[in-house]
């Protein structure tokens, strides 16, 4: 079955959400700005951006932005998500963030990697994460 973005149109609107986000990143420090967009179980978009901060090890990553407004949204499940970043070359979401994503994510779910131009690569989380650890993994 193919995720509803997998068309051209749902595809390129997760695109463009997360290069808006990208675009007001705020990554004075590493110059490297990020953006992330998802769509949640009821098609709804949220976005984030990478926010770097002067003590390095407290910013934030666009992924988590993303989830975090899909949160405050009210939304619970993450059906795809894409991560725009700079160059010709695919960036893929962290480790950490690779967990964060699962959280909220089965192991099929999409991850596409976008650069400025458009999408570059397609992944599952289970190839970027395997035999992850999940919320059913605990009692």
Request: overall charge negative.
């Given at each position: ?30 110059r ?18 990478n ?44 480790g ?42 605990l009692?």
């Open positions: 079955m193919r995720a509803a973005s997998e068309d051209g149109e749902g595809l390129r609107a997760l695109f463009e959400a997360a290069l808006s986000a990208r675009e007001r990143a705020y990554a004075p420090y590493s490297f700005s990020v953006g992330a967009a998802l769509r949640d179980e009821t098609g709804t978009l949220h976005s984030g951006c926010v770097e901060n002067a003590a390095y090890p407290v910013g934030t990553c666009a992924e988590a932005g993303a989830i975090a407004a899909m949160v405050a949204g009210g939304g619970r499940r993450i059906m795809e998500i894409l991560v725009c970043a700079d160059g010709t070359v695919p960036v893929t979401p962290c950490a963030c690779r967990q964060r994503i699962r959280e909220f994510a089965g192991p099929d779910v999409a991850i596409h990697a976008a650069g400025p131009d458009g999408p570059l690569a397609r992944y599952t989380l289970d190839v970027l994460l395997p035999a992850s650890f999940g919320p059913e993994t009692p």
